[in-house]
């Protein structure tokens, strides 16, 4: 069964720094798309971060140029390192993995969240 543990999240003042990890276990790593989403109260959940299995990200605007999502193949875990971090960033933030198989067909899972607070 495949797992996605987060870990990093807490509590941390306006301006201040983050860094994230997702752990994945049962899964071809090296071939997942891994992506970061967060979901504040009352609000949809939204693409952070993704980074696919050759390497290439993307992120929201908003998170340009302050947060970096990176992966390590051999240990199976996805980063995000948040910077200058807003109070309007207050979520949970999900770890997300899409596997494609060889017959085409997309799997997605999803890890059960870390908190973020950021405190004005």
């Known amino acids: 069964q495949v797992q996605l543990v987060e870990s990093g999240g807490g509590l941390v003042q306006a301006g201040g720094s983050l860094r994230l990890s997702c752990a994945a276990s049962h899964i071809t790593f090296s071939s997942a798309t891994m992506a970061w989403y967060r979901q504040a109260p009352g609000k949809q959940r939204e693409l952070v971060a993704a980074i696919t299995s050759g390497g290439s990200t993307n992120s929201a605007d908003s998170a340009k140029g302050r947060f970096t999502i990176s992966r390590d193949n051999a240990k199976k875990t996805v980063h995000l390192e948040m910077n200058s971090l807003r109070p309007e960033e207050t979520a949970v933030y999900y770890c997300?993995?899409?596997?494609?198989?060889?017959?085409?067909?997309?799997?997605?899972?999803w890890g059960q969240g870390t908190q973020v607070t950021v405190s004005s």
């Open positions: 997300n993995a899409e596997v494609t198989s060889i017959w085409g067909r997309t799997y997605t899972y």
